[in-house]
């Protein structure tokens, strides 16, 4: 018999196991109950994965304190449900019952199993809660089924073409949009090739980020991922050179290398270090999807369950008494990566900015200066997806700022 994964609750290690951390309309939820679902969530993570149950990971724990959240919110709402089925009782048919225990051996990457064999190999106490937990999940598909006033069980022929068109049509518009940003890339490449400073003609041309016209980044090559059109650009690239028309994650442009200078350390050790700057153009993502019939069916359907269910539990939380006792000393303080380590000495190294832009949520306003974003009825500007084609080799010995 398999023992329990190695995980450490996020709960607060001052919390008894008896105590309740969620009270539900009147119904505790208790720590220990909380403890043995994140001790299954850990197992189905770990079989999934292919991580060992018995060894302590970095990527379990990270799993385990990234959705402490999401494990709690899973419990509350199951209770909730439960609630209402004590109203109007659920019939649960042997039928569903099987099928959602398929559904969580193929999950789990075992779907040649029968999900018995599989509770066999877990602690009694874990079978029992896991026999538990898929029946509630029977039980959930019941229920959502009943509550919600659309099929969410079947899905046209017309919906699925229609889905079809629709990428087909949307992913040709972006095409030909970024086949423009492309174009007027190159365009203002071959005004600075003509003498014109890459700061004025970013400045007057780009969409997106003008500031970065007069700086964009400090970096080393290493700081990309060699599969990037950038880290291509830079392997050959001198001072001075322009690049052409690259992809980026936030758009399309041109990269100029300002500075290329040694950047050496106190070990005798160093590295490349180029200060570059940037002329960025729109960009968009096209649909990732296949034109597949069965497969966007299957995809929709999902997205129709997934609504329902996000509009089952806002119903339900909404009307809910819920009651977290310890409030915001509910889960652990989390430790520092490494912060009962001794820290080694590390050789001196020049400051420098991270080799990758801020995240949406903390990104600077793009300036007054910036163009537009296409109207409404075009596709939304998104990130664009590298690599592209890769930068073909640069003009050297161009002033990347024209002076």
């Known amino acids: 018999m398999a023992k329990a994964p190695s995980v450490v609750s996020p709960i607060n290690p001052k919390?008894?196991?008896s105590e309740s951390i969620a009270i539900v309309n009147g119904v505790a939820i208790r720590r220990d109950d909380y403890d043995r679902w994140i001790v299954l969530r850990a197992r189905d993570f770990c079989v999934?994965?292919?991580?060992?149950?018995?060894?302590?990971?970095?990527?379990?724990?990270?799993?385990?304190w990234s959705t402490r959240d999401v494990a709690l919110t899973d419990m509350i709402r199951r209770e909730l449900i439960r609630q209402e089925c004590e109203k109007k009782p659920i019939v649960v048919s042997n039928k569903v019952l099987v099928a959602t225990q398929r559904r969580f051996m193929k999950r789990i990457r075992r779907p040649k199993e029968s999900f018995e064999e599989y509770v066999k190999?877990?602690?009694?106490?874990?079978?029992?809660?896991?026999?538990k937990q898929v029946f509630c999940d029977a039980r959930d598909e019941v229920f959502l089924?009943?509550?919600a006033t659309n099929d969410i069980e079947h899905v046209s022929a017309v919906e699925v073409s229609n889905r079809i068109s629709f990428v087909q049509k949307y992913n040709k518009e972006i095409e030909e949009l970024n086949a423009d940003s492309k174009r007027r890339a190159a365009a203002a490449k071959a005004e600075i090739l003509a003498g014109a400073s890459f700061c004025q003609v970013a400045t007057n041309r780009a969409d997106i980020f003008i500031d970065q016209a007069e700086l964009w980044d400090i970096a080393e090559i290493g700081e990309f991922e060699p599969e990037e059109d950038i880290f291509k650009f830079l392997t050959t690239a001198k001072q001075g050179d322009i690049s052409d028309p690259l992809d980026f994650d936030d758009g399309i442009g041109l990269v100029g290398v300002l500075l290329k200078e040694k950047e050496e350390q106190d070990d005798g050790t160093g590295s490349e270090l180029f200060t570059l700057v940037r002329c960025m153009f729109n960009g968009y993502d096209p649909i990732e999807e296949s034109d597949d019939f069965e497969t966007v069916r299957r995809s929709l359907l999902e997205d129709r369950v997934k609504a329902a269910r996000e509009a089952l539990v806002t119903e339900l939380f909404k009307s809910a008494k819920i009651e977290f006792p310890f409030g915001k000393k509910l889960f652990a303080k989390k430790k520092a990566k490494g912060a009962?380590?001794?820290k080694k000495k590390q050789p001196a190294k020049k400051k420098k900015k991270s080799?990758?832009?801020p995240s949406p949520g903390k990104a600077k306003p793009v300036p007054d200066k910036a163009k537009p974003v296409p109207d409404q009825d075009k596709p939304v500007e998104k990130a664009k997806p590298g690599p592209g084609k890769g930068g073909a080799p640069s003009t050297s010995n161009v002033q990347a700022t024209g002076v």
């Open 15 to 17: 919390i008894k196991s």
């Open 48 to 64: 999934a994965n292919g991580l060992d149950l018995q060894k302590r990971s970095e990527k379990l724990d990270q799993y385990i």
């Open 121 to 131: 190999e877990l602690p009694e106490d874990q079978g029992e809660e896991l026999r």
């Open 145 to 147: 089924k009943n509550w």
């Open 340 to 342: 009962n380590k001794p």
């Open 355 to 357: 080799g990758r832009l």
